[in-house]
């Protein structure tokens, strides 16, 4: 699809990647080995191994040996290298500038001025807490964490997460010193949606597995309710 007036193409004949105008004029040379739509005024590509993101022009605007797993939002992009042997996430700037360093095990990209990282598990189950662009707890929100199955999002205001808890019946699985260990308690999740305070908005309350992929458009959530499955 078309973005800004250019969308990424493919000739039949070359293996690279490149920019058409709405009127299907090449803009930017077939020189790249993948490329994403512009955004903003810029894009990222691949070119000779390197992440790149270049203007509208073709001239480079930032280059980073890093991994960028993405665009930018929020003015910011998701990086990430290895670490002795491990991926660390961390951000950069519109200039290329370490924002935030590289020492999250899993992160989201930005969204509404907060992105989600990895808090660790609770109960055997994945975590995570939200920073701001400067990598700090935005206040009510940041010293609170929270379950999901994938890595959560605001959108309008809101973001679907689970409160875990545990009962004081049956048993679950979890980490222990580097060993599967079978615990007493059940894990309770409940899902629901919280503001960017932290607050709880919708719920939470048991919902299927399958309301996991319920998102909020224009103030309702498609979900369907089967309490069979917790």
């Known amino acids: 699809p078309f973005r800004e007036g250019l969308a990424c193409a493919r000739p039949v004949s070359e293996s690279g990647v490149g920019y058409i105008d709405t009127k ?12 994403r739509d512009f955004k903003n005024g ?6 000779d191994g390197k992440s790149l993101f270049i203007d509208r022009t073709g ?3 930032l280059a980073t040996k890093q991994h960028i797993s993405g665009g930018f939002h929020n003015d910011r992009a998701m990086v990430s290298e290895n670490i002795n042997g491990k991926f ?3 951000f950069i700037d519109l200039k290329g500038n370490q924002a935030i360093p590289n020492h999250f095990d899993r992160a989201g990209d930005f969204s509404e001025g907060v992105a989600a990282v990895h808090a660790g598990q609770r109960y055997g189950q994945t975590t995570w807490r939200f920073i701001d662009t400067q990598g700090n ?10 379950g999901s199955l994938h890595t959560p ?28 260990a079978e ?3 059940t894990v309770l999740k409940k899902w629901g949606y919280i503001s960017l305070t932290g607050d709880w908005v919708h719920g939470p309350t048991d919902v299927a597995w399958g309301a996991s992929a319920g998102m909020i458009y224009n103030g309702a959530s498609f979900c369907k309710d089967r309490p069979d499955h917790k």
């Open 42 to 47: 810029i894009a990222k590509v691949y070119k």
């Open 183 to 185: 615990l007493p308690g």
């Open 153 to 180: 999002a605001f959108k309008n205001g809101l973001a679907r997460v689970q409160e875990l808890s545990l009962t004081n019946e049956g048993k679950h699985w979890e980490m222990v010193e580097g060993k599967m």
């Open 137 to 146: 707890p935005p206040p009510g929100l940041g010293d609170k964490t929270f």
């Open 59 to 61: 001239k480079t605007v």
């Open 24 to 35: 299907g004029q090449v803009v930017l040379p077939f020189e790249y080995s993948s490329a």
């Open 88 to 90: 660390q996430y961390g």
